[in-house]
């Protein structure tokens, strides 16, 4: 039987508390929006919260215990002994708009791409991708999908 109420966007709640960079926030709405719908999750809700390396050093040491700055931190929501709760919120993605940039330099590319590559890389921690567990295949597979979705987003591959 159908809904009689069927959700019309999925929920995205997008803070930004650093000031260094100007971060376009609608933009970063609308490219979230399409890549929910690319994994198949459109009507499942996510954050993202812009930080600079100081903020997500604390966070970084408050929940992992690593006590520097990173690019980027995810936090599922739909794992775990809570993941019942309310299973249509996937969960947070922190990004240091800091690193980001330096990154972004580094890479020779805009911040902009840098930013989405992040909230793709959290994404799919959020969605149990894997990278860090020094397991070859699985970091294959996430740098896979990475790459597939950042072309799918933009048009154009990002080179690493």
Same mark, same amino acid.
């Given at each position: 039987? *159908?809904?009689?109420?069927?959700?019309?966007?999925?929920? /995205?709640?997008? +803070?930004? &508390?650093?000031?260094? !960079? *100007? #971060?376009?926030?609608?933009? #970063?709405?609308? +490219? !979230? &929006? *399409?890549?929910?719908?690319?994994?198949?999750? +459109?009507?499942?809700? /996510?954050?993202?919260?812009? $930080?600079?390396?100081?903020?997500? &050093?604390? #966070?970084?040491?408050?929940?992992?215990? +690593?006590?520097?700055?990173?690019?980027?931190?995810?936090?599922?929501?739909?794992?775990?002994?809570?993941?019942?709760?309310?299973?249509? $919120?996937?969960?947070? #993605? !922190? /990004?240091?708009?800091?690193?980001?940039?330096?990154?972004?330099?580094?890479?020779?590319?805009? $911040?902009?791409?840098?930013?989405?590559?992040? =909230? =793709?890389?959290?994404?799919?921690?959020?969605?149990?991708?894997?990278?860090?567990?020094?397991?070859?295949?699985?970091?294959?597979?996430? &740098?896979? *999908?990475?790459?597939?979705?950042?072309?799918?987003?933009?048009?154009?591959?990002?080179?690493?």
């Amino acid at each position: 039987m *159908k809904r009689a109420f069927e959700r019309m966007s999925m929920a /995205i709640a997008i +803070r930004n &508390q650093q000031k260094k !960079v *100007k #971060i376009d926030l609608r933009q #970063i709405r609308r +490219r !979230v &929006q *399409k890549l929910l719908r690319l994994v198949d999750c +459109r009507e499942k809700e /996510i954050s993202l919260l812009f $930080v600079d390396d100081e903020e997500i &050093q604390e #966070i970084n040491q408050r929940y992992l215990g +690593r006590n520097y700055p990173t690019n980027v931190i995810s936090f599922s929501l739909s794992e775990g002994e809570f993941s019942s709760v309310n299973p249509d $919120v996937l969960g947070d #993605i !922190v /990004i240091s708009v800091d690193t980001a940039s330096r990154d972004a330099e580094r890479g020779n590319i805009p $911040v902009s791409d840098e930013l989405d590559f992040l =909230i =793709i890389h959290g994404l799919l921690h959020i969605l149990g991708y894997n990278h860090e567990n020094n397991n070859p295949e699985e970091t294959a597979c996430m &740098q896979k *999908k990475e790459q597939e979705l950042f072309f799918l987003l933009h048009g154009y591959p990002l080179d690493f």
